[in-house]
């Protein structure tokens, strides 16, 4: 069992209180054991980090990411999003090769970690997916991913059009392979991409299945206007009416967007307990709109954020989002709409809440996951800290830069600025390689 203790912290717990608590930090294996002051361990500990004028934070947890479109960055710019799809993103996504796939997962997964987010919702694309999940595995983040399925869609590519079967049953092979890996580090969710390129025997098929093994679905949902309009010309209903006349409605659906909402769909994701995930920062980029979260958090709605994809933000920074979330509500509900703890809930806890784990992770806690970062908040931007909120500090002034350190299931997987699982030079020269190659193959070079 491994010991670790971090010591004289300031520590934003986003328990229960949301107590700011200052003191020490003692975790065993995966899991806190204690937190308080001059913490006294009865063995020695394998390692102690010294966080004076330092602060901890639960992990931030992401609930809609894209790590196989992680090697498109700057490839999809000042486009809408069908256009995005269909001119950019799937024609790169049928291009990839396994080795693609897997530095692709590292690439976003290199980014994540080492600005503070330890788990993420990712959705892959159709091949290659236990080589996002190899990715995964070696690098010690907290994972809810499964492979996209699309069997309709006349604008699809080849190579990314499923057999219906197939789809299914790929999906359900790779569930078996991982679901419950590491203890329960890695989940598998079925992932349908979204209604207008899934079938309704797929989606039906994906619902019964959730229910069977008991794990989440995620999928996009009223991100645009013209999706909407696909989806009620080919259903005769809106998206979430859609979703819930064929049993998907439930606390294991996870809806990406959820921008064009009506009264109606905002009343089955309340009562069938869906949950949300904002992304601020794609939905500004593509020009999709704005959704009505103050709305939704009035209504206790389960809401929760992600970067979505870095070809359509063009980083997967949770520091970016949160800021984001708080800022553009303003203009439209005034300055009191989604204040820093609001914001800060959803990155966390909310986080938590969406994945099913509110009671292993988002907060810290004894007996919950050690999964956290160390900030180092003295800095120019961040100063003066007198009399001001922490957590004000790290929604509007924080940046990723200022992580120093993160934790995820009590292991160390970046050390002061370095990352210990991940080899930075091997993933970052790979990385360009394989969008060359990628880029070759679609005759967009």
Request: hydrophobic share 40%.
């Amino acid at each position: 069992m491994a010991h670790l203790l971090i010591k004289n912290a300031e520590i934003i717990t986003m328990n229960d209180r949301e107590e700011i608590l200052h003191g020490d930090i003692w975790i065993e294996d995966d899991r806190i054991h204690a937190i308080g002051q001059d913490l006294t361990p009865p063995w020695t500990p394998d390692k102690v980090i010294d966080a004076a004028g330092r602060t901890v934070i639960p992990g931030f947890v992401q609930t809609h990411i894209h790590l196989c479109q992680t090697l498109f960055r700057g490839k999809g710019d000042d486009m809408e999003l069908l256009d995005w799809l269909k001119k950019r993103i799937w024609p790169l996504e049928a291009a990839h090769d396994e080795e693609s796939i897997y530095y692709s997962a590292l690439l976003g997964i290199g980014e994540l970690l080492s600005s503070g987010t330890t788990t993420l919702v990712d959705m892959e694309t159709v091949h290659y997916t236990q080589h996002a999940f190899q990715a995964i595995a070696e690098s010690g983040i907290r994972a809810v991913s499964g492979k996209v399925m699309m069997d309709k869609g006349a604008d699809v590519p080849d190579r990314l059009r499923e057999n219906t079967a197939k789809s299914i049953q790929e999906s359900v092979d790779l569930l078996e392979a991982w679901n419950g890996y590491d203890g329960g580090r890695i989940q598998y969710a079925f992932t349908p991409r979204f209604v207008i390129s899934c079938t309704e025997p797929l989606l039906r098929e994906v619902a019964k299945l959730s229910a069977d093994y008991g794990v989440k679905v995620h999928t996009h949902a009223s991100e645009n206007q013209g999706e909407i309009a696909l989806v009620q010309a080919e259903t005769g209903m809106r998206n979430v009416v859609y979703l819930d006349h064929l049993g998907l409605a439930n606390d294991r659906l996870i809806l990406a967007h959820c921008i064009w909402l009506d009264d109606e769909e905002k009343r089955i994701i309340r009562e069938r307990g869906v949950h949300v995930s904002h992304c601020p920062g794609s939905n500004l980029k593509l020009a999709s709109g704005i959704a009505d979260i103050p709305d939704m958090l009035g209504m206790d709605i389960s809401l929760s954020l992600g970067a979505d994809g870095a070809p359509c933000n063009n980083n997967l920074d949770m520091f970016n989002e949160m800021r984001l979330s708080a800022l553009i509500q303003k203009p439209l509900h005034g300055p009191t709409a989604m204040n820093a703890r609001h914001v800060f809930r959803m990155a966390t806890i909310g986080g938590a809440r969406a994945v099913g784990l509110e009671h292993e992770i988002g907060s810290l806690e004894p007996g919950k996951k050690a999964d956290l970062a160390i900030l180092n908040l003295n800095q120019f931007h961040t100063f003066p800290s007198f009399d001001v909120d922490p957590i004000s500090r790290i929604v509007y002034s924080a940046t990723r830069a200022d992580v120093e350190t993160t934790i995820v299931n009590g292991r160390i997987v970046m050390e002061q600025g370095r990352m210990t699982t991940i080899d930075k030079n091997t993933v970052l020269k790979e990385a360009d390689a394989s969008i060359k190659r990628l880029l070759k193959r679609t005759a967009l070079l």
